[in-house]
């Protein structure tokens, strides 16, 4: 299956940190994906990470990846308000040899509050 | 950086009428996708090319047609327009590995009515 699935909202204040958690069932997955969307706009890839690695850290994003339970997070540290945004994961599956495509969760809508 | 362009920006057009949309992906790139974002929605995969041949085909209405040129530039051609394709549309572009992360352009909003 190819479900991808992220909790719609989340809320937090200015400077904690935020998680954005995803699930997805599709086990040959090879990379897993973080885009932001602001209203109106593209999508911007924030991070990646290869799928037989446990975390990626970039400066203030860190993914975590639990293959074993196919979960996906996204930490935002010192949450500001220009990270509000809606937050997709997405994963890549490799079909054939040049055949791959993203699918995307649902997205997350991220609030940040002063 | 060069980005992926898309034109036109928006889009507005009748019932019934035709529309053409395209992608000029990011130099050296050579696979292209297009996804299609409804209102409120998340980005469902359209259709793909490598090399100027289709590599994969999603959930694209047979109203719609599109192709990658030999300067791997791409459209997607709508013809018999309805309501229901008012969307935001994206070209995403990558080189042809998996590792390869696909790097989107800012989308054609389309509005029919």
């Known amino acids: 299956g190819e479900d991808v699935e992220q909790s719609l909202f989340l809320s937090v204040r200015e400077g904690d940190s935020s998680v954005i958690n995803c699930t997805y069932t599709?086990?040959?997955?090879?990379?897993l994906y973080w885009y932001k969307q602001e209203p109106g706009a593209g999508l911007q890839l924030l991070t990646y990470?290869?799928?037989?690695?446990d975390m990626k850290q970039d400066q203030r994003l860190t993914v975590l990846l639990n293959k074993k339970d196919k979960h996906l997070s996204l930490r935002i540290a010192d949450t500001q308000t220009g990270d509000s945004a809606i937050y997709f994961c997405?994963?890549?599956?490799?079909?054939?040899?040049?055949?791959?495509?993203?699918?995307f969760g649902t997205g997350t809508r991220l609030q940040v509050t002063l | 950086a060069a980005g992926v362009i898309q034109s036109p920006r928006h889009l507005i057009k009748e019932k019934r009428e035709t529309a053409t949309l395209k992608c000029y992906p990011i130099?050296?790139?050579?696979?292209v996708y297009w996804y299609q974002q409804g209102p409120g929605q998340d980005p469902q995969f359209l259709i793909s090319?490598?090399?100027?041949?289709?590599?994969d085909k999603g959930s694209i209405p047979d109203r719609f047609s599109a192709q990658q040129f030999s300067d791997y530039h791409s459209e997607l051609n709508m013809s018999s327009l309805e309501l229901g394709d008012s969307a935001l549309y994206f070209c995403?572009?990558?080189?042809?590995?998996?590792?390869?992360?696909?790097?989107f352009g800012n989308g054609t909003r389309l509005t029919v009515t």
């Open positions: 997405a994963e890549r599956v490799l079909y054939t040899g040049t055949a791959s495509k993203l699918t």
């Open positions: 995403a572009s990558s080189l042809p590995r998996i590792d390869s992360p696909l790097h």
């Open positions: 090319f490598y090399e100027k041949m289709q590599s």
């Open positions: 990470i290869f799928s037989n690695m």
């Open positions: 599709d086990s040959s997955s090879t990379y």
């Open positions: 130099p050296r790139h050579d696979t």
